[in-house]
């Protein structure tokens, strides 16, 4: 089994089982002097854990991480950075070896690989975002103080948010155990998400991302568009079903002349289209990204969900990991983008 490898200048490599000893990440291509201990992963980690509320799975884990190597004195080496979480609270005896569960992939990994992990999914499982989430957190300090990536929830079933604050921060979202930032609608979602315990049903929904402050410039105009690498690395995240570059689906019911309402011509504006949503010909504009990520209803349902150890929605935990994807892939794009810069400046006529 290959392809646990994520990114381009930077890498990411996850690797660990559900319900094995651990999980773990190893970051590679970090450069030396950055600022990193243990205590920095714990803000996203604590959002991502299971057990937080009670519209999550019930499974109780600290999420408490070891960084084995790439620090020292608390700053990076510049060389690979490994950071594991060991598995305290997995509960092997739910899973039967001969069965398999429909939305998961017990079935097409057995198919492919003739020998599994069956004991919550081993390596497909959700848990395996644990080390994604410990990626995120590191890429975010290569990138530039002044980017903001923040993830909210969009909608959960019929319950769509839509007052929603123009300067939202992760500490806002935060409000609510839904993550939704839209009160009233949050409260009709969490309504549906105890009800759906209860029942053993579960639901889908969207994850909204906006990244601010990204300089103009990142991404490449052919194969490693912004835009394709973030819905390559938000495709990789188990349950997403798809990703938009803002509204898709209603911006191509509006006619040309209503989209495209940028300014031609010439001066520091000139180009740059607001419908956009930040990314032009596969590059940056220096405006805001926004992207939409579409979740499928939670697979495990029936008396298994009913146990209380699964999620009836994974959106509110999902959006640190959605987050965490989108900082390695701008991080990465920034990465080259200041090697791109570097050709330029020591070219000589």
């Known amino acids: 089994m290959d392809r646990n490898t994520f990114g381009n200048l930077l890498q990411l490599t996850t690797f660990g089982e559900s319900h094995g000893p651990a999980m773990g990440a190893v970051i590679d291509g970090v450069p030396a002097g950055i600022p990193l201990k243990s205590t920095d992963l714990l803000d996203q980690m604590t959002r991502r854990r299971p057990g937080q509320s009670d519209i999550t799975t019930d499974r109780d884990e600290d999420d408490a991480p070891t960084i084995l190597s790439g620090v020292f004195e608390d700053k990076t080496l510049g060389t690979p950075i490994c950071v594991v979480v060991y598995n305290e609270d997995a509960r092997s005896k739910d899973y039967d070896p001969d ?19 069956y004991r919550g ?27 903001s990536i923040v993830g909210f ?6 319950h769509r948010a839509e007052d929603i604050p123009e300067d939202l921060d992760r500490q806002r979202v935060d409000q609510h155990k839904t993550r939704c930032p839209d009160l009233e609608v949050a409260e009709a979602i969490s309504e549906d998400l105890l009800d759906c315990k209860e029942r053993g049903d579960s639901r889908g929904g969207i994850i909204e991302t906006r990244i601010d402050g990204l300089p103009m410039g990142l991404g490449e105009p052919v194969f490693r568009k912004l835009k394709n690498t973030l ?9 997403v079903v798809g990703v938009t570059i803002g509204d898709a689906p209603d911006n191509i019911a ?7 309402d940028g300014i031609s011509g010439s001066g520091p504006r000139a180009g740059i289209s607001p419908a956009a949503n930040g990314i032009q010909g596969g590059i940056s504009n220096g405006e805001r990204i926004r992207v939409l990520t579409y979740f499928k209803p ?5 008396d298994m969900s009913k146990s209380g ?3 009836p929605c994974i959106v509110p935990r999902a959006i640190p990991v959605v987050e ?12 080259e983008f200041q090697l791109n810069r570097s050709r330029d400046l020591t070219r000589t006529e």
Do not use: C
């Not at 999914?121 to 980017?147: F, M, N």
């Not at 929830?153 to 019929?158: D, F, S, V």
């Not at 939670?298 to 029936?302: F, I």
């Open 309 to 311: 150890r699964h999620d």
């Open 254 to 260: 509006m006619s040309g002349f209503d989209f495209h």
């Open 324 to 335: 965490s994807m989108a900082a390695l892939v701008t991080a990465d794009h920034f990465m």
């Open 153 to 158: 929830t969009r909608q959960i079933g019929e």
């Open 298 to 302: 939670a697979s495990t349902t029936g």
């Open 231 to 239: 819905a390559d690395a938000l495709m990789s995240i188990g349950a």
């Open 121 to 147: 999914g081993g390596r497909s499982s959700g848990r395996e975002t644990v080390s994604r989430v410990i990626g995120g957190v590191i890429a975010e300090k290569i990138l530039p103080d002044a980017v």
């Open 99 to 117: 069965h398999y569960r429909a939305g998961h992939a017990d079935r097409t990994w057995d198919e492919k690989f003739g020998h599994r992990d």
